[in-house]
């Protein structure tokens, strides 16, 4: 197994909204950029945002107009289900790169992204912009029919998504687009399927009798991509179910994986951030408790692969 160290939990200066607890705890996605750590929730309209290091509390940023039901079904139905944040290097659009929080695309309603521009020091450089992937995420259900994208890490000239396979009928997969295509429709604000390369169909394995499926990705310099993975007992990709277990491994720059160890707690990963540090590959991780009223926590992990 791979050893984990809690360094915090997610908690907020002030809630995102009146009534809403003063933490994050549906983390789904997680980039650290300079000297801050940049979250989205899955049951949330904005951006939380923390210090690095240290303890204190972060705050929010909002990405969407508009207000959440507090009931959670009705939250649930309605809310944008952001499951993945990625960096954007520098471009033509974004001379310091971006952030680009992309949805799930399980329901009609949740195909809405935001891309948020970044300073050189990593702080945030402008007002967030939404983006249309109505059209792509139609395409891909095409190909994969249960639709559930969680991890997006940018690997050389390519943007790989990662598709979740839990419950009836899912698949995981690795989806490839076309760097220079995604970052044109950044412009238009509508993500369409023109960028699509290739979609590939993998199998991760079981926890417990329960299969792996993608939650997260993020890149490494070499063109590998570390992605997290969990067993969720759910009957389909929108219904949350009992955890089995959690992994953490290594897409090679082909899209192979290469190596999967468990973690040594029993949480949800959701979201990671991979770095290279003395010659060894190091994580941060962020975990869903599928209980509002539980913060989010964030672990460290080193890998036993090197960097």
Same mark, same amino acid.
């Given at each position: 197994?791979?050893?984990?160290?809690?360094?915090?939990?997610?908690?907020?200066?002030?809630?995102?909204?009146?009534?809403?607890?003063?933490?994050?705890?549906?983390?789904?996605?997680?980039?650290?950029?300079?000297?801050?750590?940049?979250?989205?929730?899955?049951?949330?309209?904005?951006?939380?945002?923390?210090?690095?290091?240290?303890?204190?509390?972060?705050?929010?940023?909002?990405?969407?107009?508009?207000?959440?039901?507090?009931?959670?079904?009705?939250?649930?139905?309605?809310?944008?289900?952001?499951?993945?944040?990625?960096?954007?290097?520098?471009?033509?659009?974004?001379?310091?790169?971006?952030?680009?929080?992309?949805?799930?695309?399980?329901?009609?309603?949740?195909?809405?992204?935001?891309?948020?521009?970044?300073?050189?020091?990593?702080?945030?450089?402008?007002?967030?912009?939404? +983006?249309?992937?109505?059209?792509?995420? %139609?395409?891909?259900?095409? &190909?994969? #029919?249960?639709?559930? $994208? =969680? *991890?997006?890490? @940018?690997?050389?000239?390519?943007?790989?998504?990662?598709?979740?396979?839990?419950?009836?009928?899912?698949?995981?997969?690795?989806?490839?687009?076309?760097?220079?295509?995604?970052?044109?429709?950044?412009?238009?604000?509508?993500?369409?399927?023109?960028?699509?390369?290739?979609?590939?169909?993998?199998?991760?394995?079981?926890?417990?009798?329960?299969?792996?499926?993608?939650?997260?990705?993020?890149?490494?310099?070499?063109?590998?991509?570390?992605?997290?993975?969990?067993?969720?007992?759910?009957?389909?990709?929108?219904?949350?179910?009992?955890?089995?277990?959690?992994?953490?491994?290594?897409?090679?720059?082909?899209?192979?994986? +290469?190596?999967?160890?468990?973690?040594? %707690?029993?949480?949800?990963? &959701?979201? #990671?951030?991979?770095? $290279? =540090? *003395?010659?060894? @590959?190091?994580?941060?991780?962020?975990?869903?408790?599928?209980?509002?009223?539980?913060?989010?926590?964030?672990?460290?992990?080193?890998?036993?692969?090197?960097?």
């Amino acid at each position: 197994m791979i050893p984990t160290t809690r360094r915090r939990t997610l908690t907020l200066a002030a809630p995102e909204a009146p009534g809403r607890p003063a933490h994050v705890s549906a983390a789904s996605g997680l980039v650290r950029a300079g000297d801050w750590l940049y979250v989205v929730a899955d049951d949330a309209l904005h951006l939380a945002v923390f210090p690095a290091a240290g303890d204190a509390p972060g705050h929010t940023v909002r990405l969407f107009p508009g207000e959440l039901p507090a009931g959670h079904a009705e939250r649930k139905a309605a809310k944008p289900d952001l499951e993945a944040l990625c960096r954007l290097g520098p471009s033509a659009s974004f001379a310091h790169g971006a952030l680009l929080a992309l949805p799930s695309g399980s329901t009609p309603a949740r195909r809405r992204a935001s891309v948020l521009p970044l300073n050189a020091d990593g702080t945030l450089a402008g007002e967030p912009r939404t +983006v249309d992937c109505t059209s792509l995420y %139609v395409q891909l259900e095409r &190909e994969l #029919v249960a639709l559930n $994208v =969680e *991890g997006a890490a @940018v690997a050389g000239k390519r943007l790989r998504l990662l598709n979740r396979g839990n419950g009836e009928g899912g698949v995981d997969a690795l989806v490839d687009l076309d760097l220079d295509r995604v970052l044109a429709s950044l412009d238009v604000g509508e993500m369409g399927p023109e960028a699509v390369r290739t979609v590939r169909r993998w199998e991760l394995g079981e926890a417990n009798g329960v299969r792996l499926s993608f939650t997260d990705a993020s890149p490494l310099p070499d063109g590998r991509v570390v992605f997290t993975a969990t067993a969720e007992a759910s009957r389909d990709r929108v219904a949350d179910g009992p955890l089995k277990g959690s992994a953490v491994g290594v897409l090679a720059p082909d899209g192979t994986p +290469v190596y999967l160890d468990a973690v040594d %707690v029993p949480v949800k990963l &959701e979201g #990671v951030d991979a770095r $290279v =540090e *003395g010659g060894r @590959v190091h994580v941060l991780l962020v975990a869903d408790a599928d209980d509002p009223s539980v913060p989010a926590p964030l672990l460290e992990a080193a890998l036993p692969v090197p960097g």
